[in-house]
């Protein structure tokens, strides 16, 4: 089964720059989207088509994509920020739905 | 305002069945996919099933092809999933999303827990 890959932790100092990556085989073809999740709460989106920021979402996020890894980005990291962050795309078919496996952002 | 909320969600035995809805507004439903993805405790986000707004095709994780039934009626804005042969691995949280205009889930219920059990 498709899988995306991402590191299971990240630590920056508040005002530093966090980047998460994730890698996935069939990143080239299909988009990838990135969400935040803080404890006890539902997913946000935070990126979708790989780049673009939702209404509402500050600039200090943002996305990339090269080759067979996206990275979403945290410019200026606020303590607000600290969540676990998750990646998700489709297979090459594009008919199944990928979550990555997790990303926990933690502000010094 | 888009609004997602769940219900159905409790403790069931191994074996048993749970049927879980999604209410929706704020937004013109059939023309929107729905997707059902879960957490099990202390796990990541997984997507469990799918189905287009017209609800002709509908998609499944291998792990509950055969055991769940994604389904909506878009006269009352409800999403369904119906889960039978439930297993201990089907514990988690269920939240419902709202699949987006390029294949985002941009907006998602606040959950609702399943917990299969003896």
């Known amino acids: 089964s498709y899988e995306l890959t991402q590191p299971p932790s990240v630590s920056v100092s508040p005002g530093q720059t966090a980047r998460i990556t994730c890698s996935g085989d069939?990143?080239?073809?299909?988009?990838a989207y990135w969400y935040q999740q803080k404890p006890g709460q539902a997913p946000v989106l935070v990126i979708y088509k790989d780049s673009e920021r939702p209404s509402g979402i500050p600039d200090r996020f943002s996305g990339s994509s090269s080759g067979t890894t996206v990275t979403l980005t945290i410019s200026g990291v606020q303590a607000e920020d600290e969540a676990d962050y998750y990646c998700?795309?489709?297979?090459?078919?594009?008919?199944?739905?990928?979550f990555g496996t997790g990303t926990k952002v933690t502000v010094l | 305002e888009v609004q997602l909320v769940e219900s159905g969600g409790g403790l069931v035995q191994p074996g048993g069945s749970l049927r879980l809805s999604c209410s929706a507004s704020?937004?013109?439903?059939?023309?929107?996919?729905m997707a059902w993805v879960r957490q099990a405790p202390g796990k990541g986000l997984e997507w469990v099933s799918g189905i287009r707004g017209s609800g002709d095709r509908t998609y499944y994780i291998d792990s509950v092809k055969g055991r769940f039934t994604i389904s909506r009626d878009n006269s009352k804005k409800i999403l369904d999933l119906q889960m039978n042969s439930l297993r201990g691995e089907d514990t988690a949280v269920y939240y419902c999303a709202k699949v987006g205009d390029y294949g985002d889930f941009d907006f998602w219920g606040q959950g609702t827990l399943v917990t299969v059990s003896s």
């Open positions: 998700q795309s489709a297979d090459s078919s594009g008919t199944y739905e990928v």
């Open positions: 704020g937004f013109t439903f059939n023309t929107y996919a």
């Open positions: 069939a990143l080239p073809k299909q988009y």
